[in-house]
């Protein structure tokens, strides 16, 4: 069985303060043990919050993000601190969705990413925003991301 490099890690086995603000938040990444295989990596973040930049409320999201990995894995602590770390940070759904999507990009090189964020509604109005870099690898088994669009009560 093959084991995960864990060298030069600044996060993992240890106390980490939440981070400030996302451009603060390190993102980690390892060496994937099963490079040349196909497969995808999913983060399920149900109860995901920033701010709403104009009026400083609270908005929610459930964010599912999907990667096919080239020859990196992201640290899942780090991930997690990094998608905290928009706790109190202001911005518009569209820019927390694809911020958080090309970080990972930028951090990763994956074969293939995609970000689904399901957005709560604010003043009656859900806002769902998808970004993928490409098609996924042919032959790829992929999972529907399993959120419905909001339907209300009912």
Known sequence: MTKTDVTGLSQLGQKTDLPANPDDAVLERVPSG??????????????????????????????????????????????????????????????????IAKRLVDLLAPKWLRIGAYWYPRGGIPIDVFWQTGAPPEGLWLPDQGVPTYRGRG
């Open 34 to 99: 099963h490079q040349g295989a196909d497969f995808v990596v999913r983060f399920t973040a149900p109860e995901f919050t920033s701010l709403c930049p104009m009026t400083g409320q609270p908005d929610f999201a459930h964010i599912v993000i999907d990667y096919v990995p080239a020859g990196w894995l992201v640290e899942s602590k780090s991930l997690k601190l990094f998608l905290h770390s928009f706790r109190n940070h202001g911005a518009f759904h569209e820019d927390c969705t694809l911020d």
